[in-house]
């Protein structure tokens, strides 16, 4: 199964949009699934529900950080490499979706209540978050495709 697939299943499955991303990605960033699950787990939702950026973009970006970020603060030169892959990736995803925010994919207001939305699969399988969450991980499966991550 490829992360594309891997990503919606985990979002049909239940997952926020951006634990399902980055859960995707868990094995090859080597972490714990678990522990992806809790460190994605604030941004479903565009950040709690209030419906600002992807939450599926938010996982693939902190995916790209697991793989390609940079460690030493003072490096403007590797910071801005990273920073041009982050726009890069948010410019793929926008190409394809029109927008980068939940509210504009959504065409809802935002914030929302805090409270989730009752689990539903019928519903998951409607929404077009499961795309969202499709091509968020696709995106950066063809970049790392291009771009082979080095060996931590």
Known sequence: MNHEQL???????GYNCAQAVFL???????LEPNLALRLSS?????MGKLREVCGAVCGMLMAAGALYGYTTPADD???GQ??????E???RFREVHGALTCRELLNRPGPESPIPDAFNAAVYA???CARFVGTAARIL???MAEHPPKVR
Do not use: M, N, W
């Open 82 to 87: 990273h920073y041009t892959l982050v726009q």
């Open 24 to 30: 995707a990605f868990a094995p090859e960033i080597g």
């Open 141 to 143: 499966e063809e970049y």
């Open 89 to 91: 990736l948010a410019g």
């Open 7 to 13: 990503a919606t299943q985990y979002f049909l499955d």
């Open 77 to 79: 030169v590797v910071k």
């Open 126 to 128: 409607s929404r077009p």
């Open 42 to 46: 604030s941004f479903g939702g565009g």
